[in-house]
């Protein structure tokens, strides 16, 4: 399956924690212009293959990481790769919303200033406000910038966390079951979000709500027993998928 432009690429990549397996063997390729899905039940591998992919499984003593993932074409695991720069590069939106306890603008500029983006403050105020504009929270917030983040709604911290990732002009963002935690509302404005950022940058989200993948998505991969069971459209994938285990976890007969 070629892909128009290839901006993540994995080929055999394992994961063990330990003597636990919990990903064998996954390939796979992801686009700039595609929001790419991993659904599958819980446990089945896909939030850890999500984090090999900005490296974050590096934080776990007991976790190996073999095969070879490729970022325009850069194996993101060479002795070479600084992992600040990648995470900078592949930003990464948690399940539960994780503002910094400081200021709605200090969690947005925390990461330009660390990384040395902005040259002053009116800069730094700019990177801020085209983020937030680009979370679709500017509007709510600009005139409570100095409140805490975590003062915010649920679903406006969410907004926030993704303003924080897309302060450093990432490439790819990582989103692991980033409405599980929100009402229906704030779930639906965090999907069209998604669909604004589509194209922007290359997207990735684990998600446990099919409806949710079937919106948001344009591939879509399912995962089970930490194998990368297909992989493809999402339209295909839900409505005529070809292996037996995906049409039986679309169907509901496990899961």
């Not at 910038?145 to 490439?171: H, K, N, W, Y």
């Not at 990735?204 to 993948?213: C, E, L």
């Not at 948001?216 to 459209?233: D, I, M, N, W």
Request: hydrophobic share 40%; proline share 5%; charged share 25%.
């Amino acid at each position: 399956m070629t892909l128009q432009t290839p901006k993540l690429s994995a080929q055999n990549v394992s994961v063990h924690y330990g003597a636990k397996q919990a990903v064998r063997d996954v390939s796979i390729t992801m686009s700039m212009d595609e929001v790419t899905a991993f659904i599958g039940p819980s446990g089945c591998g896909k939030s850890t293959f999500l984090r090999t992919l900005n490296r974050m499984n590096d934080t776990i003593p007991s976790a190996k990481v073999s095969g070879e993932i490729l970022l325009d074409g850069e194996d993101i695991y060479a002795p070479s790769m600084d992992v600040v720069q990648l995470r900078a590069r592949v930003g990464m939106v948690f399940q539960k919303p994780n503002p910094f306890p400081k200021s709605i603008f200090e969690n947005v500029a925390y990461g330009p200033r660390i990384h040395g983006l902005a040259s002053g403050r009116a800069e730094l105020g700019e990177i801020v406000e085209r983020s937030l504009k680009r979370a679709g929270l500017w509007d709510e917030v600009k005139d409570r910038l100095d409140d805490s983040g975590t003062a915010l709604s649920g679903g406006q911290q969410q907004r926030l966390c993704i303003a924080r990732a897309i302060a450093v002009d990432p490439e790819v963002i990582l989103m692991d079951e980033p409405c599980s935690a929100l009402d229906p509302i704030a779930t639906a404005r965090i999907e069209e979000l998604i669909a604004d950022l589509r194209g922007k940058y290359a997207i990735v989200i684990v998600t446990h709500n099919m409806q949710q993948a079937a919106r948001v998505s344009q591939r879509t991969a399912f995962f089970h027993l930490g194998e990368l069971v297909e992989y493809g459209l999402t339209d295909e994938i839900f409505t005529a998928p070809r292996q037996p285990r995906t049409k039986d976890y679309i169907t509901g007969r496990y899961g």
